[in-house]
T-cell receptor
Framework: RKEVEQDPGPFNVPEGATVAFNCTYS??????FFWYRQDCRKEPKLLMS???SGNEDGRFTAQLNRASQYISLLIRDSKLSDSATYLC?????????????FGTGTRLLVSP | DADVTQTPRNRITKTGKRIMLECSQT?????MYWYRQDPGLGLRLIYY???????NKGEISDGYSVSRQAQAKFSLSLESAIPNQTALYFC???????????FGEGSRLTVL
């Protein structure tokens, strides 16, 4: 079983739609969680951290379910510019150095 | 100008050749990393360095070596390239104690 699993997609949605991605992780000792965004042929960039209580940043909401070992990303009112691959990242370390495990990504395509 | 710069951006080489990928950063971060990205596998850590005198192997270091020439420079070498080292390589930086990674634009390497 992979340490971090994501549905590769693509998720094809029209502009204005709400879309949600899940990511499951296998190690219950995972410490912290993140979503990165990667545009086609570009570098990944941090989109948001995922906090235990859930957190929101504009149209983006991230949630963590430790009991079921998954995190989710909800995007409301999708824009064309949201088209990208969304990488789920799990930090397995609670020391000063992070042991980051990257998912393979979920591709989102937003159409007019 | 990018804060994390990788050269070359694209390289095609032949099996058995020595290749060096270079990374320089202007962010002033102490930690630097080399990752490779392959379709269906996500990002995997090759080497990381906490400072000039500290070099550590990642999960897939075989066939690679690194040099931290200065706080701002971290190079990755393939002593004798082989086709399964064909991948997109990313350099990244972070601040000690912080989890967020800042990636360079990537170096696409093709080994024929």
């Amino acid at each position: 079983r992979k340490e971090v699993e994501q549905d590769p997609g693509p998720f094809n949605v029209p502009e204005g739609a709400t879309v949600a991605f899940n990511c499951t992780y296998s190690n219950s000792a995972s410490q912290s969680f993140f979503w990165y965004r990667q545009d086609c042929r570009k570098e990944p960039k941090l989109l948001m951290s995922v906090y235990s209580s859930g957190n929101e940043d504009g149209r983006f909401t991230a949630q963590l379910n430790r009991a079921s070992q998954y995190i989710s990303l909800l995007i409301r009112d999708s824009k064309l510019s949201d088209s990208a691959t969304y990488l789920c990242v799990v930090n397995l370390s609670n020391t000063g150095f992070q042991k980051l495990v990257f998912g393979t990504g979920t591709r989102l395509l937003v159409s007019p | 100008d990018a804060d994390v710069t990788q050269t070359p951006r694209n390289r095609i080489t032949k099996t058995g050749k020595r290749i060096m990928l270079e990374c320089s950063q202007t962010k002033g971060h102490d930690r630097m990393y080399w990752y490779r990205q392959d379709p269906g596998l996500g990002l995997r850590l090759i080497y990381y360095s906490f400072d000039v005198k500290d070099i550590n192997k990642g999960e897939i270091s075989d066939g690679y070596s690194v040099s931290r020439q200065a706080q701002a420079k971290f190079s990755l070498s393939l002593e004798s390239a082989i086709p399964n080292q064909t991948a997109l390589y990313f350099c990244a930086t972070s601040v000690g104690g912080e989890v967020e990674l800042f990636f360079g634009e990537g170096s696409r390497l093709t080994v024929l």
